[in-house]
């Protein structure tokens, strides 16, 4: 069967975003497009087949931004994650704040906060939990530095110090 794609024109992000009209044409699509100024057009297969539904019946990821004492920063909300499955958990230090974005699959908001939460608790008691999304980004991402170096580094900073 072959796939039947939708060009959506659309403008704006979150909660801005805005669908200002659907065609089967892309070209028609971009024409509208640059007519009404509109940002982008995205396509989208219509009917996808089942196989991209990955979440047990009743259950969807969700979103959940949590500080370090368990408030939430926004209320949890459903999102269109499809990769990730029954039971994974994806976490990512929510940079605008000293919090963590928890991406969970769950039945409900409650079930989606109770798994964040007790992620939450398993990263402080393991002494996961980083404040600072500078910190966070440079242990993730950057990398570090090898025994030596970080004791050439002292070395240096100590003989600075004798001068």
């Known amino acids: 069967m072959d796939k039947k ?16 009209a659907g065609f089967t044409n892309e070209s028609r699509a971009n024409e509208y497009k640059d007519a009404i100024c509109a940002d982008d057009v ?18 969807g990821a969700w979103v959940v931004w949590m500080h370090k004492d368990g408030n939430c920063e926004n ?3 459903r999102t269109d994650i499809r990769n990730l499955n029954d039971t994974s958990l ?3 230090h929510a940079h605008a704040t000293s919090g963590y ?9 409650e ?15 393991n002494n996961e939990w980083i404040d600072s999304y500078p910190d966070w980004y440079r242990i993730t991402f950057l990398p ?8 050439q580094d002292k070395f240096k900073e100590l003989e600075n110090l004798a001068k």
């Open 75 to 77: 209320s949890p909300r």
């Open 5 to 20: 794609i939708v060009y959506l024109v659309v403008s704006g992000e979150y909660s801005d975003y805005t669908v200002h």
């Open 144 to 151: 570090q530095k090898s025994k030596e170096e970080q004791f």
């Open 101 to 109: 974005v928890f991406y969970v699959v769950a039945a409900n908001m």
């Open 111 to 125: 079930h989606a906060v109770k798994i964040a939460n007790e992620k939450r608790v398993q990263m402080i008691a």
């Open 90 to 92: 994806r976490v990512t």
């Open 42 to 59: 995205e396509a989208m297969e219509l009917d996808p087949p089942d196989d991209l539904i990955r979440y047990p019946k009743g259950y």
